[in-house]
């Protein structure tokens, strides 16, 4: 059965600290890995996405990493700000069968001034 | 603003009475979807469609749900009968088809409330 797991499920920080976000899959045969911020009561955006051949790719502040080999994916957010306080979900599409992408449940991050 | 736009944004409801959503995707997207998510927990997936066929169904979808995306464009979703557990965001998707990356866009959503 194809899963994510995103670890932690919350997260706490100050202004301006660093943080990784975690995700293990076990989604066969892997497509692409994607992670998207949530904002409390609006619809999921797209911050990376990545496929098999590439292991990382930045967004501003936001970089993600991929292990293909030990199916896990990190999301580093540098210089943390009040607006980084999200849900961050990681979504993991399979390359054959289903187009329906697996979505882990999010970790919730809290940036705190 | 994603391109992808969903109405009502809210919606509240007595149980036992039908809801209809809409989603207007991005225009170029021949793929929709939607998802249902409640409070802390990551969207699920309730249905898609390629163009106008309805490809796949959740099994969350129960007969009380039906989904259309006539003429390959918008898509409605209803709800017949809501029940109390209907109660969450439904969020609609769009993405455009493409070997290894296929990113969906989704709207800022439509949360049903029902009492």
């Known amino acids: ?113 | 603003d994603t391109g992808v736009s969903q109405n009502p944004r809210h919606k509240i409801t007595k149980r036992g009475q039908n809801v209809t959503f809409r989603c207007d995707p991005i225009s170029e997207h021949n793929r929709l979807y939607w998802y249902r998510q409640t409070l802390g927990q990551g969207p699920e997936f309730l249905t898609y469609f390629q163009n106008e066929a309805q490809l796949e169904k959740s099994r969350l979808l129960s007969d009380r749900f039906s989904a259309e995306r006539p003429k390959g464009s918008f898509s409605t979703l209803e709800i017949q009968r809501t029940e109390q557990g209907d109660s969450a965001m439904y969020l609609c998707a769009s993405s455009f088809s493409r070997a290894g990356k296929d990113t969906q866009y989704f709207g800022p959503g439509t949360r049903l409330t029902v009492l």
């Open chain 1, 1 to 113: 059965k194809n899963q994510v797991e995103q670890s932690p499920q919350s997260l706490i920080i100050l202004e301006g600290k660093n943080c990784t976000l975690q995700c293990n899959y076990t989604v066969s045969p892997f497509s692409n890995l994607r992670w998207y911020k949530q904002d409390t009561g609006r619809g999921p955006v797209s911050l990376t996405i990545m496929t098999f051949s590439e292991n990382t790719k930045s967004n501003g502040r936001y970089t993600a990493t991929l292990d293909a080999d030990t199916k896990q994916s990190s999301l580093h957010i540098t210089a943390s700000q009040l607006s980084d306080s999200a849900s961050y979900i990681c979504v993991v599409s399979a390359s054959r069968g289903s187009y329906i992408p697996t979505f882990g449940r999010g970790t919730s991050l809290i940036v705190h001034p």
